[in-house]
């Protein structure tokens, strides 16, 4: 199934709501329908391109004067096992939340702690989506997909995606250029529950038993109760990426502020909780028109309705230049702004 549209508006394809328009739409079910599309028209090459999923992790600042894909290929399929693992293949158009809960629902382990994440499964390995002490890339196999530079149907390697802490070889030299057909994931049979993050052992331990779907079932508690639904509030998940800084300017912060919250962050860097460094810099629950701090989780930043993608950019600057002066700590945005 192909669709493609000219003028197309994008309200309903990103999670903060902006009302920006697509110069071309098109968005397709099967790789074979991709590839006919871009060959029956040489000048596509020219075009500027992005390629769209559920649109939960974009802000649209301006019209996109170029041509949107959104690869809706669906399919959840078995393709090996062995004792301990089954691999899964999912197609970059199945809701990512959905392949959690087949994959809590067949009793296979690895992707529970991710529940709820909002967007589709073509994104995850993207940014590599984490949380509650777990990240995608340590159940990716395989990423299949077209290279338009080259013509043709690729895969790659969890090796060769070079995942790192929200990022991989998709957000770098293959933006725009490699489009995510399916994934396929290793899960595992026998699963060793990963409950070190934050309130989540306590949250499991109220459920009675600890399993895959009590796992589930406290992340989603969680998350709901502190992160906004985006069919209530439009917002894109974290808008900042938490700080990776070196460990002396850690032990200099930490004799003014002796709650500052720290997290390895690798040989000598610590990671600091963005959230945190915003609500301390008195940003939470703010609002300046229709663009706001969420109340709840000082790193979403939400449209209360009108606020438009300058707005929403506008504010976060001012968090970036608050908790800069403040901290002396550069913010860097999750969040892809175009
Ligand atoms: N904090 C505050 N104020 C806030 C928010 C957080 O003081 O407004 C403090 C918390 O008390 C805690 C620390 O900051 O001490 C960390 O907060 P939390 O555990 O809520 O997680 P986070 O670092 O804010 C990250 C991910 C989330 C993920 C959670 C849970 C990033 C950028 N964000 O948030 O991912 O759900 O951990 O694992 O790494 C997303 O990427 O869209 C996302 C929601």
């Given at each position: 199934m192909i669709r493609f549209s000219e003028n197309h508006s994008l309200k309903a394809h990103n999670t903060f709501g902006i009302d920006a328009k697509a110069k071309y739409y098109f968005e397709f079910t099967d790789l074979e329908d991709l590839e006919v599309f871009l060959k029956s028209n040489k000048s596509w090459k020219e075009e500027k391109l992005i390629v769209l999923g559920e649109g939960s992790n974009i802000l649209f600042m301006n019209d996109f004067d170029g041509l949107v894909i959104h690869p809706n290929v669906p399919g959840m399929n078995s393709v090996w096992e062995d004792r301990n693992h089954e691999w899964i293949e999912v197609g970059a158009g199945e809701v990512w939340d959905e392949f959690v809960e087949f994959a809590v629902n067949q009793s296979l382990?690895?992707?529970?702690?991710?529940?709820?994440?909002?967007?589709k499964v073509g994104a995850a390995p993207v940014q590599n989506i984490g949380a509650y002490g777990q990240e995608v890339c340590r159940l990716i196999e395989k990423v299949k997909g077209f290279d338009l530079e080259k013509g043709c149907a690729a895969e790659f390697s969890a090796t060769e995606c070079g995942f790192a802490y929200r990022n991989s070889v998709f957000k770098n030299y293959l933006k725009n250029r490699f489009i995510i057909t399916s994934v396929i994931f290793r899960l595992d049979k026998f699963p060793e529950f990963n409950?070190?993050?934050?309130q989540l052992e306590e949250k499991v331990k109220e459920k009675g038993e600890t399993n895959l779907q009590s796992i589930r079932e406290a992340v989603i508690e969680i998350r709901s109760s502190k992160l906004p639904d985006v069919k209530e509030l439009g917002n894109a998940g974290s808008f900042f990426k938490n700080p990776v800084v070196d460990n002396e300017i850690v032990e200099q912060l930490k004799e003014k502020y002796k709650d500052l919250p720290v997290y390895s962050g690798g040989e000598g860097k610590s990671k600091l909780a963005a959230g945190w460094l915003i609500e301390q810099a008195?940003?939470?629950?703010?609002?300046?028109g229709d663009a706001g701090v969420h109340e709840k989780q000082a790193l979403v930043l939400v449209n209360?309705?009108?606020?438009?993608g300058k707005d929403i950019y506008a504010l976060s600057e001012e968090i970036c230049k608050s908790v800069s002066e403040k901290f002396r700590v550069s913010l860097e945005r999750e969040v892809n702004c175009i």
């Open positions: 382990g690895g992707a529970e702690n991710l529940s709820l994440i909002p967007g409950l070190g993050y934050g008195g940003w939470k629950g703010k609002r300046i209360y309705g009108k606020a438009t």
